[in-house]
């Protein structure tokens, strides 16, 4: 159980940690490919050390520089099988990409996770997958992990998705891409397309359409070298801390500003929410510096296309309806349940807990304004490092006796929330 000390503001410049989706998919990505690159600035957290885990397990060299690592394969057709079970920790996106790059390889893989992986859902991947003609054993019904991939060979398909899930749409497009012939995938709303991006930039020919993905197959990936930005999602909990913490003013830098990821600067907009965008640079990934100040905030719905473009900053946006002048509703968010933890039910145990006014719904949750603190209230983290995040900055903002009981998650994608939002305090 830990307590915090209030804070009056938060004043200063972020670098925030790179990119956890772009770092997974650096490693794995040339892993697949043959020869040698490097990976600049990735992000070193528990989730994506499960991902060079795992490429080391198949035989993948992996050597540190000062600035990331260099990276040697044979590439996807040279993997050697792994001699042992592969564990994917607390990391939905090495599980559900891994599979995609594992099922066409025509060998034999385990692969688990920790207690909250094990209970998330595998089919999403596993329907797709066999439909390519990929075979797997999983638990409970072939939906939860561990699985085991049994050796097969895949073949091209035209499919339509049924989830909004980037997951799963790179698991499709990473079995097309070493499967013979065009892998057809439609999107059920654009969903972040890092991987289509690095795997174009590997020399795969991929092209969108609008929800439409198409890739060929066998493709032979070049190595190259991978600069990755800073994570939005990381930065996100600064813009929303510069909302919440009156009087405060933060710089953040060298963030990624991709638009299938950064949908919660649009709702920031709608919610009266000004900012700047500094030093706009980069290529397919855009990246820039923002700057924030702490405002007034409007309530507002969320819902639609724009929830797939900012899955992982919902528990926060809600969590702000708590400083806004009405209520922040969100709407049509059903894959809240089946994150790191059920984020619908997590964000609102720890708002209730402070006891602030709530509605839960199946897919959704509004979030009334604040009026009177329990500054004793006893917040929980569940193991997901985004409500541990969350419910840190809360406990900061209110002081009193507010505690949160394991703060140790957060190493999942920011291992320095602690420190960094230290050199920003003003007590
Ligand atoms: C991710 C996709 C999202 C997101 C997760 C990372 C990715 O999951 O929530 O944190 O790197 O592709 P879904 O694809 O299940 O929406």
């Known amino acids: 159980m830990t307590s915090f000390e209030k804070v009056k503001n938060l004043k200063g ?11 997974h998919r650096s490693f794995m990505f040339l892993a697949m490919a043959k020869g040698q690159g490097r990976v600049i600035d990735p992000l070193l957290s528990a989730d994506t050390k499960a991902t060079m885990a795992a490429m080391h397990a ?5 050597t540190e520089t ?3 690592f260099i990276v040697k394969s044979n590439g996807y057709k040279g993997f050697k099988e792994p001699t042992d079970v592969i564990d994917c920790m607390n990391s939905g996106t090495s599980a559900r990409l891994l599979t995609g790059v594992f099922a066409p390889t025509n060998k034999y893989f385990v692969l688990t996770g920790d207690e909250s992986l094990r209970k998330r859902p595998m089919d999403r991947v596993i329907d797709p997958l066999t439909a390519m003609g990929a ?5 409970d019904g072939n939906h939860l992990l561990p699985m085991t991939i049994l050796p097969s060979v895949t073949k091209p398909v035209y499919m339509e998705a049924t989830t909004k899930s980037a997951q799963v749409k790179s698991a499709v497009l990473l079995a097309g891409v070493q499967t013979e012939g065009i892998t057809t995938y439609i999107e059920k709303a654009v969903t972040r397309n890092h991987t289509e991006i690095m795997l174009s930039a590997l020399g795969a020919k991929v ?142 145990y720890n708002i ?27 917040l929980k983290s569940f193991g997901d490092h985004r409500i541990a ?13 507010i505690t949160v009981d394991d703060v140790k998650c957060v190493d999942v994608s920011f291992p320095t929330f602690m420190e960094t939002f230290a050199t920003l305090e003003q007590k």
């Open 135 to 139: 075979k797997f054993v999983a638990r």
């Open 207 to 348: 092209q969108t359409d609008g929800l439409k993905i198409t890739i060929e197959g066998a493709a032979d990936l070049r190595s190259m070298d991978i600069v990755v930005p800073g994570d939005f999602s990381s930065a996100a909990f600064f813009l929303g801390a510069a909302l919440m913490f009156e009087n405060s003013e933060l710089m953040l830098e060298n963030v990624g500003l991709n638009p299938t990821r950064s949908g919660m600067l649009q709702v920031l907009k709608e919610m009266g929410v000004k900012y700047e965008i500094d030093n706009e640079r980069g290529g397919a990934e855009k990246l820039g510096d923002i700057f924030i100040q702490s405002q007034s905030i409007k309530g507002v719905t969320v819902e639609g296309d724009i929830i797939a473009n900012m899955i992982d900053e919902l528990p926060l946006v809600a969590t702000l309806g708590l400083f806004a002048d009405s209520p922040i509703i969100i709407k049509g968010a059903k894959e809240l349940r089946v994150k790191e933890s059920d984020r619908i039910e997590t964000t609102l």
């Open 352 to 378: 209730k807990q402070l006891g602030a006014q709530v509605e839960e719904y199946e897919d959704g949750m509004k979030v009334y304004p604040m009026t009177e603190i329990n500054d004793k209230a006893q």
């Open 389 to 401: 995040m969350i419910a840190i900055m809360l406990a900061k903002r209110f002081g009193g006796d």
């Open 66 to 68: 000062v600035n990331g």
């Open 13 to 23: 410049t972020v670098r925030v940690p790179s990119d956890k989706s772009i770092s």
């Open 58 to 62: 198949v035989g993948v060299e992996f």
